[in-house]
């Protein structure tokens, strides 16, 4: 009957079917429209909406947006003129080369300078690779291998964490209660883009963008305490800790009381994963304002962050040889290694 009230009604096709849809108005009209359709397949077919594990670790301070810009655009200008010299190179041999990489200069800058020092050419230079990176600000050991097979090698040895590294790292903040102590955790991107640490328990689970959190396990280790002998140190716990990451933090970073020298062994591989640890433990690396680390510091202002890849240890892909490549120690080192054996 024409005006009678059209029962409602809803029913659920396949995709393949939701265009022959007709949809009914209540003046009798019969029409269809790609707009409706649309939203038709979506009501439908929508998926409720993902839960994201929760970062545990702060976003980037306010500070560090400013901050950040200037170094990449100093570190760029001072890696367009850097020239590697004999001085930098610790190790060599026919398949490898390992050089001392100083503060503020990119890795691939030190990469493309090293032809020139070999006096390489052609299909030799397409040979060279950088078996590990350190970040821009990071000074120390830069493996470089001398052809694709030996790279290769590095590849697995890297992944099947054959290769042990150490770090020397200038903290700043409350001085832990611990002399040794390894943090487990998750680690990845949060929707911001920025790093940050998980929980272990969220190791597994998907971010983002796709991604999935990771593994993340650091060793650390006192080395002096405002450039002390820790032997002075009555208090700290000998036997080594164990912390698994469950939860947000309770040490804050704005105790930036002491001077803490540490010795850092990454068990895992991760992007910033001492930076992350170290804010994490409340003993975040001077300047590294990125991740809490303090800029201004008793007159002085940092302009990088004081983290120094010290060692890598490994067994020769070639000769199968045991190699221990070590780097000097940065001048912000020197007086606190000095006082453990005073």
Request: net charge positive.
């Amino acid at each position: 009957m024409l005006g009678a009230k059209v029962p409602q009604m809803t029913v659920k096709l396949p995709l393949c079917q939701i265009p022959l849809i007709n949809f009914l108005t209540s003046s009798g009209k019969i029409f269809r429209h790609p707009r409706f359709i649309s939203m038709a397949s979506q009501s439908y077919f929508d998926s409720p909406t993902e839960v994201y594990p929760i970062p545990l670790s702060p976003p980037l301070s306010v500070l560090s947006k400013e901050i950040e810009p200037h170094r990449a655009l100093t570190a760029s200008s001072k890696s367009a003129l850097f020239t590697l010299s004999r001085s930098h190179i610790i190790f060599e041999d026919v398949w490898l080369i390992a050089v001392n990489k100083p503060q503020g200069i990119y890795c691939e800058s030190v990469l493309s300078s090293l032809p020139a020092l070999l006096n390489y050419t052609g299909a030799n230079v397409s040979e060279l690779h950088l078996a590990n990176r350190l970040d821009r600000d990071t000074s120390g050991v830069m493996l470089i291998t001398k052809l694709h097979k030996v790279a290769a090698k590095f590849v697995k040895a890297f992944t099947d964490h054959k290769v042990r590294k150490t770090y020397l790292a200038f903290c700043v903040g409350l001085a832990p209660k611990w002399e040794k102590i390894t943090v487990k955790s998750g680690h990845g991107r949060s929707k911001y883009g920025a790093w940050r640490v998980y929980a272990a328990s969220d190791v597994g689970r998907k971010l983002p963008g796709g991604s999935l959190v990771k593994h993340m396990e650091t060793s650390f280790e006192v080395l002096s305490v405002n450039s002390g002998c820790l032997k002075e140190v009555s208090d700290l716990q000998k036997d080594e800790a164990v912390v698994i990451v469950q939860e947000k933090s309770a040490i804050g970073c704005d105790l930036k009381n002491d001077e803490i020298l540490v010795r850092a062994s990454p068990q895992s591989g991760r992007t910033h994963q001492i930076r992350l640890h170290c804010q994490y433990l409340g003993i975040p690396i001077r300047g590294d304002v990125r991740y809490e680390g303090v800029y201004d510091w008793k007159g002085s202002r940092y302009d990088g962050h004081d983290l120094h890849a010290e060692s890598l240890s490994f067994e020769h892909p070639i000769t199968g040889k045991p190699i221990l490549l070590q780097a000097p120690p940065p001048s912000w080192a020197i007086q606190p290694l000095r006082s453990q054996f005073e």
